[in-house]
């Protein structure tokens, strides 16, 4: 467990546990730790040491930082983000974040406060949420040949509902009034295509764009004309579907689709199916990135705190894991995310391993690191 930290400081860990000095590894990489609340921590730990481990078998090292921000340090310190702190990370060439939350906390301190503040100020306009079956997990519905479960959901991420436009008056009243508007800009949504375009033309080279078109039909034509045109700029395949029907097909025919482009909120629901659909929320991974890399992109499971079970030791790492994947992907450590990818792939097809210690000994075993 990372140690405790002065309050809102983003401090250096110094050299991690894998022994391997920085001067001696090929190219050495700054990462913020950000354990958060709850199993945050319990499963950043792992991954942590499965980045540790990959990393002294590919020559690199990660210089591991970290910050105290989440529901426990606003509680003791009123703190959500201090723009200070905002200031250091953005030093960093990637974040690790757990999960933040805890009971205590009023809904939205720490949603608007902290998570849509970091994705607005470190301009995270991407989330990428890959969703994969692998052998050894029961999906929870459908009977899919592995092969047929492998999509990539691109959701726009600063946008849309969740851009906080909107407001209510009388409030408490019978005249009460409140509104949430979707915010869609031209260069916001071309961005977010393209990312999604260029990421279906190095696999499939089909996109599909899931939206609501026939209804919310202003945003939904911006989307729709975006799309056509990125896609074909980029001599990709595109296909549409309305979210109510890519939630049955992502269920009934989920072949159907490879890399997804959709808007903030439906991506945030249809991401869960997908999690759903590939082994539940302690499986799926994600990443909020800034592709033109003016600042660092963050990385985090997709679950949250779980505080039902946090201290428990019984929280799936796996997600976390698969995150960091994601994170050693972004900065270009291709070789070491596959090792990380098929270690969670080897270790399920064993049998899930029934608490976080056993599937960190597994993991690491797969590794190639002993006890
Ligand atoms: N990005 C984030 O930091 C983030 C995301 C979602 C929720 N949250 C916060 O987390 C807290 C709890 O939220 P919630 O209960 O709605 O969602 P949750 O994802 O924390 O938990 C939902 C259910 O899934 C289980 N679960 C979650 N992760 C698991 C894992 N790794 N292994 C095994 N089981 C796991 C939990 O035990 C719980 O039953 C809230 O404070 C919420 O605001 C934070």
């Avoid at 764009?209 to 045109?229: P, Q, S, Y």
């Avoid at 903030?264 to 994600?286: E, K, Q, R, W």
Wanted: hydrophobic residues 45%; negative net charge; glycine residues 10%.
């Amino acid at each position: 467990m990372t140690g405790e930290v002065t309050p809102g400081e983003v401090a250096p860990e110094g050299d991690h546990a894998d022994g391997k000095h920085a001067s001696h590894a090929a190219r050495t990489h700054v990462v913020t730790h950000l354990p958060g609340d709850g199993v945050g921590p319990e499963v950043t730990d792992v991954a942590r040491a499965c980045v540790d481990a990959v990393a002294a078998r590919h020559d690199f090292h990660i210089d591991w930082r970290s910050c105290p921000l989440g529901g426990r340090h606003y509680l003791q310190t009123g703190e959500v983000l201090p723009d200070a702190t905002l200031e250091e990370l953005r030093k960093s060439d990637a974040i690790l974040l757990g999960a933040v939350g805890t009971p205590e906390v009023p809904p939205g301190v720490l949603e608007r406060g902290l998570l849509l503040r970091l994705r607005s100020e470190l301009d995270l306009y991407v989330n990428l949420r890959p969703s994969k079956l692998r052998a050894g997990v029961a999906a929870a519905v459908g009977k899919h040949e592995l092969s047929d479960l492998d999509f990539v959901i691109v959701r726009e991420n600063t946008e849309g509902l969740y851009a906080g436009a909107g407001g209510s008056v009388h409030r408490g009243t019978e005249f009460e009034v409140a509104t949430e508007e979707s915010l869609n800009t031209w260069a916001g949504v071309r961005r977010c295509v393209r990312y999604a375009s260029r990421l279906a033309a190095s696999r499939s080279g089909r996109l599909t764009l899931v939206h609501k078109t026939n209804v919310l039909t202003h945003a939904g034509d911006l989307w729709f004309r975006i799309a056509r045109e990125v896609a074909a700029e980029d001599g990709v395949e595109l296909s549409y579907a309305h979210v109510d029907a890519a939630c049955l097909w992502m269920v009934d025919d989920p072949k159907r689709f490879d890399v997804i482009v959709t808007d903030n909120l439906f991506g945030d629901i249809i991401s869960d199916l997908g999690a759903a659909l590939t082994g539940g929320l302690g499986y799926a991974p994600s990443g909020n990135l800034n592709p033109d890399r003016t600042g660092p992109s963050i990385f985090e499971p997709v679950h949250g705190s779980a505080p039902d079970i946090a201290g428990l030791g019984l929280a799936n790492p796996a997600g976390a894991v698969l995150s960091a994947g994601l994170m050693l992907s972004h900065l270009g450590e291709e070789a070491a995310a596959a090792d990380l990818d098929a270690a969670v792939s080897a270790v399920l097809a064993a049998g899930a391993p029934a608490s976080t210690a056993l599937w960190r000994e597994q993991l690491l075993a797969e590794l190639g690191v002993a006890r």
